[in-house]
């Protein structure tokens, strides 16, 4: 089951009792990093999550707040014995800004593969480091440059029926391969297929994640059958929505309002403004637009 946290909620800077955004996602011992702002590696480990179980770091823009803490971040990764590759994926055109950032980092321990993904249109990858079956999606922000939304879906195995397959005598080393939806030959010459041993398939788990972006109807669409949508809320104050759309971000009631629209199970709001120091003060008025709103703090934890 994947496990979700949010190991920082804040924008622009980091405080004293409040991060910088990034979200880690943990499934069956390999771990995917969104974002990686200043002090992002200390925020891990006062989280508690194994910074050495980390194989793929999404990034969705460059700017400050969402980038500066790589060369720490990589470098606290080299310390943990890492030798295995690390990916590292990013809007198109931006590979060099994070070299640039490397260039403190000398001697990583680990090999560095960079996928870039394009900025006019939607993609999708299969994070096979992470697990075969997980597919990774990225929709393009509108943001003040070049930024990505990301939403990962787990997709589970058949639920495998091992009574049946005793009933059909099939040997054990025959299991794991119907499980996985091959079909086998048996040595008595019997041919049988998955759907023989096995259920209808489980309902995927899904999370989206959008940060640093306007609101847009595409986004409710992107989310949709997510059951947990983190989404950005700069401000409570709607009185800042004027200021917000021209610097391209979104308040708190426009990331509600998107929720309900997608009909995700879950928000979790994320990336206040520095001066928006109680966030949790506007619960009550949100949850009137989405009742399953969570305003969110530093180690935020679900599983899912």
């Not at 994070?98 to 299969?126: A, G, V, Y």
């Not at 639920?159 to 049946?164: A, G, H």
């Not at 309002?257 to 994320?270: D, F, I, K, N, P």
Request: with cysteine; proline share 6%; net charge negative.
């Amino acid at each position: 089951m994947p496990e979700i946290k949010l190991v920082g909620t804040g924008g622009m800077m980091p405080l004293k009792n409040r991060w910088l955004t990034s979200c880690y996602i943990e499934h069956e011992g390999s771990a995917v990093l969104i974002d990686c702002g200043e002090g992002t590696q200390i925020a891990l480990a006062e989280s508690g999550c194994k910074i050495s179980r980390i194989n793929l770091l999404l990034i969705t823009h460059t700017h400050a707040d969402h980038v500066s803490g790589i060369p720490g971040f990589l470098l606290s990764l080299g310390n943990s014995s890492r030798t295995e590759p690390l990916d590292i994926y990013l809007p198109q055109g931006k590979t060099g800004t994070i070299k640039n950032l490397m260039c403190i980092c000398d001697r990583l321990p680990f090999e560095i593969i960079f996928h870039e993904l394009p900025t006019s249109k939607e993609s999708s990858f299969i994070a096979d480091r992470i697990d075969p079956m997980c597919e990774i999606r990225s929709l393009p922000l509108r943001h003040s440059c070049d930024c990505l939304g990301y939403s990962l879906t787990l997709r589970r195995k058949q639920v495998f029926l091992p009574d049946e397959a005793k009933r059909l005598d099939i040997p054990m080393p025959y299991w794991r391969h119907l499980h996985a939806g091959e079909t086998v030959t048996l040595e008595d010459g019997r041919t049988i297929t998955p759907d023989m041993v096995t259920q209808s398939s489980r309902p995927p788990k899904k999370i989206t994640y959008i940060t640093d972006t306007l609101p847009f109807g595409a986004i409710a669409k992107f989310a949709s059958g997510s059951q947990l949508f983190i989404c950005e809320g700069m401000y409570g104050d709607e009185g800042k929505k004027q200021s917000m759309n021209h610097k391209g971000h979104m308040l708190m009631q426009d990331a509600c309002s998107l929720a309900a629209r997608a009909g995700v199970e879950r928000l979790w709001l994320t990336h206040y403004s520095p001066a928006e120091f109680h966030p949790e003060n506007y619960t009550k008025a949100l949850k009137k637009i989405f009742p399953e709103t969570v305003v969110s703090h530093d180690g935020e934890y679900v599983e899912i």
